[in-house]
């Protein structure tokens, strides 16, 4: 089974703080993806990347960076964290290209800004 | 823009019951994938169910089936002999192509499923 590992399930930070989430998958897939999930909002795309060192805006990027020096992590970095940046953000991965490849998600990791 | 509109904020029913789970998008694509996925309370996403939109048949995986209605853009959920453990967050996804050979999936906002013993 694909096995997509976030580092923490709850992390809380403070206001002004660069905050790191890692995420690791095992299955050698091209593509990871960064969401943050919020009630009545769905999964919104942050970042996606499709290859070492290779990264896209999603939707919602503004106030997101994220790294992939290596192709099992993918890492979504919070430069300066703000309240409203407080959700539930998930890891996906997916192999290579095309329409029907379902995407394969990590347990969350629930941040908190304060 | 593609979109995907989920309706029912939140169902219940009585375990062994049949429940259906809406879901309409919008799209002008002619090729494109939809999904089913489910959030247990513990939270880890996992796929039901998809679609592909050429394929007239609806698809089937075990008690759970889908109603695809292309021209009505419609994707609903069945969920046949409802048990416990199908309490979850049902979400709705529409894979779209970004850009080259880069693809997306849209997300509706999702529908809380509870079944009462």
């Known amino acids: 089974d694909v096995k997509v590992t976030q580092s923490s399930r709850y992390l809380v930070k403070r206001t002004g703080e660069k905050v790191f989430l890692e995420c690791v998958q095992d299955?050698?897939?091209?593509?990871m993806f960064w969401y943050r999930q919020d009630p009545g909002l769905g999964l919104r795309l942050i970042y996606f990347?499709?290859?070492?060192?290779?990264?896209e805006k999603g939707d919602i990027p503004e106030g997101y960076s994220v790294s992939r020096e290596k192709k099992e992590r993918f890492s979504l970095i919070l430069e300066s964290a703000s309240t409203n940046q407080t959700s539930m953000y998930l890891c996906?991965?997916?192999?290579?290209?095309?329409?029907?490849?379902?995407?394969?998600f990590g347990d969350g990791t629930r941040l908190s800004i304060l | 823009a593609q979109t995907v509109t989920q309706s029912q904020p939140e169902m219940s029913v009585q375990e062994a019951e049949t429940v259906t789970l809406s879901c309409t998008y919008d799209?002008?694509?002619?090729?494109?994938?939809l999904f089913w996925y489910k959030q247990p309370p513990s939270r880890q996403m996992i796929l039901v169910i998809r679609?592909?939109?050429?394929k007239q048949q609806n698809a089937t995986e075990n008690r759970f089936s889908v109603n695809f209605q292309k021209a009505a853009k419609s994707f609903s959920l069945k969920i046949s002999d409802s048990q416990l453990g199908d309490t979850a967050m049902y979400f709705c996804?529409?894979?779209?192509?970004?850009?080259?050979?880069?693809?997306?999936?849209?997300w509706g906002a999702g529908t809380k499923l509870i079944i009462k013993p």
């Open positions: 799209t002008s694509e002619n090729n494109y994938y």
């Open positions: 299955m050698d897939h091209e593509n």
């Open positions: 996804a529409f894979m779209m192509n970004r850009a080259g050979s880069n693809y997306q999936l849209i």
């Open positions: 679609q592909e939109a050429y």
């Open positions: 996906a991965s997916s192999p290579g290209t095309g329409l029907r490849q379902p995407q394969h």
């Open positions: 990347s499709y290859d070492v060192k290779m990264k």
